[in-house]
């Protein structure tokens, strides 16, 4: 094997890896009901976009009961709203 096709190799294989380590997603439906009602309790009454990654969940546009708009980020594990952002 050369050492152009093993390095070619070790590059494809470490993109692989990275890739699928960074990918956003959408929640499961066991996600979304537990996100959702932490929000409602929160007293959010309606969000745009919610993606969950390996470390946080972010929630996009997320419109408290005052009409204030806000990016929040909730703990993966607790779904704890962790971060608060005003927009």
Same mark, same amino acid.
């Given at each position: 094997?050369?050492?152009?096709?093993?390095? !070619? #190799?070790? !590059?494809? !294989? @470490? !993109?692989?890896?990275? @890739?699928?380590?960074? #990918?956003?997603r959408a929640p499961t439906p066991e996600e979304q009901t537990k996100i959702e009602a932490v929000l409602k309790q929160e007293g959010f009454t309606k969000w745009k976009k919610i993606e969950v990654e390996d470390d946080e969940i972010e929630i996009d546009d997320a419109i408290d009961a005052n009409g204030k708009q806000f990016d929040l980020e909730l703990d993966p594990k607790t779904f704890a709203i962790v971060k608060r952002k005003a927009e």
């Open positions: 094997m050369s050492i152009k096709f093993t390095g !070619l #190799a070790a !590059l494809a !294989l @470490g !993109l692989a890896f990275t @890739g699928s380590a960074f #990918a956003d």
